[in-house]
T-cell receptor
Framework: NAGVTQTPKFQVLKTGQSMTLQCAQD?????MYWYRQDPGMGLRLIYY???????DKGEVPNGYNVSRLNKREFSLRLESAAPSQTSVYFC?????????????FGPGTRLTVL | GQSLEQPSEVTAVEGAIVQINCTYQ??????LSWYQQHDGGAPTFLSY????GLEETGRFSSFLSRSDSYGYLLLQELQMKDSASYFCAVGTGGFKTIFGAGTRLFVKA
C-alpha cells in the first residue's frame, strides 16, 4: 500500500499561473483534506471532503478550489497563483473524520510562486 | 478566535524524559492529537485523546484534561531520532482540525 501520494513534489510558478495539485489514497478512507504549512507554523486547513461527492471550506480557502474526483482522489487547484501561496501543501486522509482523530499525510508539494 | 499554545522549542539529553505542553482555546472540542514531523517530512500521527487521562504507546504517552483545556505529550528514553517538531491538534467538529504552531525538540548526546 502506498498510503497517500501527492504530485508533483516540487513546483515553481509565476504569479498568475494556474496549477492543480493531485492527491490519491489507497486506504479506502472517506475523508480527505488539504493543508498548507508555512515556515515555523502549524498546518492550516484549506478545504476538506467529508465523503465522496462533498467538499467544504476550511480556515484558509481563498484562492483555492478543490475537486473530490472519486473516493480515492482529491485535487487542489490554484486558479491564479500569488506569492502569498508559496508554501508546502499536504494532503491527508482519515477513516473517521469527525473528531479529528488519526490522519495520514502525503509527502507534500513544495510550491514557490515568483 | 481559536488557538493552541505550545512551546516553540525544547532541548533535552539522550535517555531523558521530556514533556511538551499544549493548551487550547477552541469553539468545539472532540479530541486532542499529537503529530511528529521531521525536517522535510510529512506529519505522522502519534496519539489521540478524546477523554481525560493518560494514553500510553511505547515510549510516548499523552495526557488530556478537558476541564483545564490542557494536554501534554511525554517522551521517555529519548533517542537522537526523536529530534523533530511535535504538533498538538484539536478536532473542533465538522471534520475540522486546528493545529498548534509546533514544538521543535532538540535531543543532545
Amino acid at each position: 500500500n502506498a498510503g497517500v501520494t501527492q504530485t508533483p513534489k516540487f513546483q515553481v510558478l509565476k504569479t498568475g499561473q494556474s496549477m492543480t495539485l493531485q492527491c490519491a489514497q489507497d486506504m479506502n478512507h472517506n475523508s480527505m483534506y488539504w493543508y498548507r504549512q508555512d515556515p515555523g507554523m502549524g498546518l492550516r486547513l484549506i478545504y476538506y471532503s467529508a465523503s465522496e461527492g462533498t467538499t467544504d471550506k476550511g480556515e484558509v480557502p481563498n484562492g483555492y478550489n478543490v475537486s473530490r474526483l472519486n473516493k480515492r482522489e482529491f485535487s487542489l487547484r490554484l486558479e491564479s497563483a500569488a506569492p502569498s501561496q508559496t508554501s508546502v501543501y499536504f494532503c491527508a486522509s482519515s477513516e473517521l473524520g469527525e473528531g479529528g482523530n488519526e490522519q495520514f499525510f502525503g509527502p507534500g508539494t513544495r510550491l514557490t510562486v515568483l | 478566535g481559536q488557538s493552541l499554545e505550545q512551546p516553540s522549542e525544547v532541548t533535552a539529553v539522550e535517555g531523558a524524559i521530556v514533556q511538551i505542553n499544549c493548551t487550547y482555546q477552541t469553539s468545539g472540542f472532540y479530541g486532542l492529537s499529537w503529530y511528529q514531523q521531521h525536517d522535510g517530512g510529512a506529519p505522522t500521527f502519534l496519539s489521540y485523546n478524546a477523554l481525560d487521562g493518560l494514553e500510553e504507546t511505547g515510549r510516548f504517552s499523552s495526557f488530556l484534561s478537558r476541564s483545564d483545556s490542557y494536554g501534554y505529550l511525554l517522551l521517555q528514553e529519548l533517542q537522537m531520532k526523536d529530534s523533530a517538531s511535535y504538533f498538538c491538534a484539536v478536532g473542533t467538529g465538522g471534520f475540522k482540525t486546528i493545529f498548534g504552531a509546533g514544538t521543535r525538540l532538540f535531543v543532545k548526546a
